[in-house]
């Protein structure tokens, strides 16, 4: 039977004149054409994709190879290395006799590459440059997701961050908000909330519990200052995108910190680029590795914000990539915006898996050349099955596809090539060292420990004025010689007598 001809009409509804992707070729009937070439259209990029599949399946790999194509593009890229595989991306990949029959197989002018690669961290005790947030800028929607409160508690978060909004206390780590929290729930704080709603002693143990379990699981290392510009992901080296990996072994006990953080990175994007418009390639492309994590238990609101986030950012020249084992695990209204499907094998071992491969099945174009059931359980590693847009704006047929091999290293380099990369960076001299402030806690502190005033006792009547007093440096002027005050004066993490504005996730809008 001839394969190459069914391959080669596939291969028609990829075919592109502009920039694209190469993501590997094509097979029918287990044999593959090399000539026969899978294609994302750059320009269709910010219409988002899926790569989705089972550990083992390769999609580490893919999305290595995707990161190295947006990085000689000129894209600058951000992946979560969660497993500290994707570290081999600063270095040239190994020729081996694998290597040489994939690219062979995929009609790939293969040769070893080494990519831009910035190492980031969440918070202290990594190898890599530790990023920061302050709870203010975080915001109360995202810290519930993080704390897991349910819809009163957010209420409840989102009453304290909007009275220390107003009196000008900053909330940089979790003491802060600690210190609001205790002070709010006593005699005095009820005495400041009156009018406006309290805080219950019930739901205020509720949230410093879960304070202590997120500082217990290293949240305290990563709320602080100085907090992270995401302007800072979006830069080129030698012409090639930065590929920015932020390493997570340091915070794999706290997989909802990790997640709502990206989901934070994601909003502040949003709020800070401007228009774009359609773009020949996009500014960003941002990969939301283990992508269930983000989803799971979460209200209907926080699912309505997320799916608002990604529908509006393509218009910023944004595009972003959903990373998860199986697309169930993205919700339909978020799903439906993906364009670009890159689904590895999956597994049907059990009832559950099979609704779940029946479901991903109906989410793909009818095709006369696949039984789809059959080609996702028997993909080999390396391979999947991929629709995309056009640059029509159509999806693609249904293409088995083997996959282009990584032309950077495919291992990790290690922790102490890791953090050699970090000490060079010039973003370690900006986030290296933590700064500590005054802000909620010292606030709070210094008044409940400041002493009455004693009443002064009135001046004669025939008493003269006395005299002016030569003007010492007052509080802000003493202030504004601090960098660290000077640096939030920058950042505008408050706004002394009004509320901060907040976006759509709650996040301090930047001024």
């Not at 505008?492 to 907040?502: D, F, Q, Y």
Request: a negative charge; hydrophobic letters at 40%; glycine letters at 8%.
């Amino acid at each position: 039977m001839d394969t190459q001809a069914p391959a080669q009409e596939i291969a028609a509804g990829y075919a592109t004149d502009g920039a694209a992707l190469e993501l590997g070729s094509i097979l029918v009937d287990g044999t593959v054409d090399p000539t026969a070439r899978v294609r994302i259209p750059f320009a269709t990029l910010n219409r988002h994709g899926l790569v989705a599949g089972a550990t083992g399946t390769g999609k580490t790999k893919t999305l290595q190879g995707l990161a190295e194509q947006l990085s000689a593009a000129g894209v600058p890229v951000l992946l979560a290395d969660v497993k500290g595989d994707l570290s081999g991306l600063a270095r040239p990949g190994e020729p081996g006799a694998k290597i040489e029959e994939r690219s062979r197989d995929t009609g790939d002018d293969w040769a070893p590459t080494a990519y831009p690669v910035e190492f980031l961290s969440l918070g202290g005790g990594s190898s890599a440059v530790p990023i920061r947030a302050t709870l203010t800028q975080f915001g109360p929607i995202l810290l519930s997701k993080v704390l897991d409160l349910n819809d009163t508690q957010e209420s409840t978060l989102g009453l304290i961050f909007h009275w220390a909004d107003q009196r000008g206390l900053p909330l940089l780590d979790t003491k802060d908000l600690r210190a609001v929290v205790q002070h709010l729930t006593s005699d005095e704080g009820k005495a400041d909330l009156k009018g406006i709603g309290g805080v219950s002693p019930a739901t205020a143990g509720v949230i410093l519990r879960a304070l202590v379990n997120l500082e217990a699981q290293g949240g305290d290392d990563f709320f602080g200052e100085p907090e992270f510009e995401p302007a800072d992901l979006m830069r080129q080296i030698d012409g090639k995108g930065v590929v920015t990996l932020l390493e997570l072994a340091d915070q794999q006990a706290n997989p909802r910190l990790f997640s709502t953080f990206l989901m934070w990175l994601l909003a502040e994007l949003f709020e800070e680029l401007p228009e774009a418009g359609d773009l020949d390639k996009p500014k960003l492309v941002f990969f939301f590795d283990e992508a269930h994590l983000l989803f799971n238990e979460a209200s209907k609101a926080f699912l309505e914000r997320i799916e608002q986030t990604v529908k509006l950012i393509r218009s910023k020249g944004v595009g972003v990539f959903f990373c998860t084992q199986l697309p169930t695990d993205v919700p339909n209204a978020v799903l439906s915006q993906l364009g670009a499907r890159i689904q590895h094998a999956l597994r049907a071992f059990t009832p559950e898996d099979q609704a779940a491969l029946a479901k991903t099945v109906k989410t793909y174009p009818t095709t006369a050349h696949y039984d789809m059931e059959e080609a996702l359980t028997s993909l080999g590693t390396g391979e999947a099955i991929i629709t995309v847009l056009s640059e029509r704006g159509a999806p693609t047929p249904v293409a088995w596809a083997r996959m282009r091999a990584p032309r950077s290293l495919m291992a990790a380099i290690g922790p102490e090539a890791v953090t050699a990369a970090a000490r060079q960076s010039s973003l370690y001299g900006k986030y290296g060292e933590t700064v500590d402030r005054e802000s909620a806690y010292e606030k709070l502190t210094a008044r409940i420990a400041e002493p009455p005033a004693a009443p002064s006792a009135p001046a004669p009547a025939d008493a003269p004025p006395p005299a002016p007093e030569r003007a010492e440096p007052g509080f802000v002027e003493k202030a504004f010689e601090s960098p660290a005050v000077r640096s939030f004066m920058r950042s505008a993490a408050s706004a002394l007598g009004r509320e901060i504005t907040r976006g759509l996730f709650g996040t301090r809008r930047r001024r």
